[in-house]
């Protein structure tokens, strides 16, 4: 079946480093890829999204390519802020089953 | 942006009552609802998708007499936690998929979602 799988947290990293955050998916087929945010106590916010093969998909200083060889989608920020903390989602939607598929979920908490 | 409503964004009942949260699509219609629910620390689970006008479908697990789905219109779906019991509580988050005009795949719309809404059964 179709699954996402992303790297576990919680990722703790101080202001301005560099952020990668891991996913890879299983599909039959050809999905569309997405990275979501939850912050605090809130629902999620799409940050980004790759529709076919190496697209890259860019928002607010985060990107991610989509690279059917590897089946991956992982996200890079070149300089995080404390602000950026929150959980980061990676999802892939087939037309076929008609729905988001989530990964688990990486927290990342970024120091000052 | 595309903007989905939830309503309220926290609720606390006695055990054995039933709530309504309802979503909204504000600026957009909605092909399709979907309603997930969220355990501390994890990730979303869906429960059910529901397209206006017709019955619902529920996920593997789910039972659809307890959680009851109404989509009355494209802009307006409706969860009812029926006798809620200490194991309902969670963060419940619903989320709306855009329409696009002129026959656009499905793989291009956009999915948003709701702020969520905590329900807290004593």
């Known amino acids: 079946g179709n699954s996402v799988t992303q790297m576990e947290g919680p990722v703790t990293l101080s202001e301005e480093a560099f952020l990668t955050i891991n996913c890879t998916y299983t599909?039959?087929?050809?999905?569309?890829l997405f990275w979501y945010v939850q912050y605090p106590g809130e629902g999620l916010q799409l940050l980004l999204k790759?529709?076919?093969?190496?697209d890259k998909g860019s928002n607010k200083g985060f990107e991610a390519t989509y690279r059917k060889e590897t089946t991956s989608f992982h996200l890079e920020k070149g300089s995080v802020q404390v602000s950026d903390s929150a959980v980061y989602f990676c999802?892939?939607?087939?037309?076929?089953?008609?729905?988001?598929?989530f990964g688990s979920g990486t927290r990342l908490l970024v120091r000052p | 942006g595309a903007v989905v409503s939830q309503h309220p964004s926290r609720v606390i009942c006695k055990s054995g009552t039933s709530v309504k949260i309802e979503c909204r699509s504000l600026?957009?219609?909605?092909?399709?609802m979907f309603w997930y629910r969220q355990f501390p620390k994890q990730s979303l689970m869906l429960m059910a998708t529901?397209?206006?006008?017709?019955?619902?479908?529920?996920e593997q697990g789910v039972e659809k007499d307890k959680f009851l789905i109404n989509h009355a219109s494209l802009t307006l779906s409706t969860l009812t936690v029926t006798s809620a019991h200490p194991e309902d509580s969670s963060f419940y988050i619903c989320?709306?998929?855009?329409?696009?005009?002129?026959?656009?795949?499905?793989?291009?719309?956009?999915?948003?979602f709701g702020p969520g809404t905590r329900l807290l059964v004593l």
């Open positions: 989320s709306a998929r855009a329409r696009l005009s002129g026959g656009a795949l499905r793989s291009q719309e956009t999915q948003y």
């Open positions: 599909a039959t087929g050809y999905p569309s």
């Open positions: 790759a529709t076919k093969a190496d």
């Open positions: 999802a892939l939607w087939m037309d076929s089953s008609y729905k988001l598929i």
């Open positions: 600026d957009f219609q909605a092909t399709t």
């Open positions: 529901s397209n206006e006008g017709s019955k619902a479908t529920y």
